[in-house]
């Protein structure tokens, strides 16, 4: 451990990728898989696994994930998690990872995913959150994420901003599951694989303000097609404070939820 950055290292990250270690993943479905980040994460740290399946709504996620995952034992499926298209009690594991404020029905999509997991098997959902203590940098990428959404929610893209502690707590326990376990953590468990561990490092890195200021720019982008003038300069105009603060604070991972329970 001695070799990871201070703030790597005193973050929830280790003792999650500790307790992801003890459990034996069995079948997995990882919903609203994404690029499959989770289903990677989960790969590395999980005492072993028989398969993974992933599924997304979006198309385009779902084809990046298939060809990164080609020759591994995951399943790729365009679904909607609003309505999973499996019999009850097959998996072993299910979860969710930074995908439940992109949900337009949360209660709806976990009670799905509870009723694909087998009884006793494990329920993970994993969530950035905007309140408790953040530091600067993790603001920006906050203040970014709900200016972002924002923007995403004018093209009826369902995107909502970053949930509170309370709130994400709230929907874990309207579950209704046993032996709920919850962690928090400033860091990703994935930082702990990157090799030059520059995520966590420093907020205010090269790497990093090019890639949050790539992000703006990419918003701006898609905010120009927007009709309504008014509306687009005063987005655009947020953008321009954001870009400032990105290279004054620079930008770091809101904290997030790491929560496990079992059926
Ligand atoms: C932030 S991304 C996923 C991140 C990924 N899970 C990870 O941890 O790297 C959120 C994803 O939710 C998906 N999504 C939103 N609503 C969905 C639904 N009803 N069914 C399936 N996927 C959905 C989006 O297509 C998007 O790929």
Redesign the pocket.
């Known amino acids: 451990m001695e070799d990871l950055p201070k703030g790597l290292a005193s973050s929830g990250a280790v003792k999650i990728e500790k307790r992801l270690k003890s459990i034996s993943g069995g079948r997995v479905l ?9 289903i ?2 989960l790969m590395k740290t999980l005492r072993d696994y028989d398969s993974f399946v992933g ?4 198309k385009k ?1 779902a084809e990046f994930a298939k060809k990164r995952f080609k020759g591994h034992p995951v399943e790729i499926i365009h ?4 309505a999973l298209e499996f019999g009850n009690d097959i998996f072993d594991t299910v979860c ?4 439940l ?5 949360i209660d709806k ?1 976990l009670s799905e995913m509870k009723h694909v997991l087998r009884p006793r098997g494990h329920f993970i959902v ?1 969530e950035m959150f905007c309140d408790g203590e953040q530091n600067k940098a993790q603001k920006t990428d906050m203040l970014q994420h709900h200016w972002d959404a924002e923007i995403d929610s004018l093209f009826s893209v ?1 995107h909502n901003k970053t949930l509170t502690k309370q709130k994400i707590e709230d929907i874990v326990n309207k579950l209704k599951l046993k032996e709920v376990e919850i962690f928090e953590s400033t860091h990703y468990v994935k930082c702990l694989f990157c090799e030059d561990k520059f995520e966590c490092e420093d907020p205010k890195s090269k790497q990093i303000i090019k890639q949050a200021t790539k992000e703006i720019d990419d918003a701006l982008d898609r905010l120009r097609k927007y009709p309504d003038s008014k509306v687009r300069a005063r987005l655009e105009e947020e953008g321009k404070k954001l870009r400032e603060r990105v290279k004054k604070f620079g930008s770091a991972p809101a904290s997030y939820l790491f929560c496990i329970g079992k059926k």
Request: no cysteine; net charge negative.
């Open positions: 990882d919903v609203a898989t994404g690029e499959g980040g989770f990677d994460t599924i997304d709504n979006s996620e679904m909607n998690a609003e969710i990872s930074f995908s404020h992109h949900l337009d029905k999509v994993q369902v």
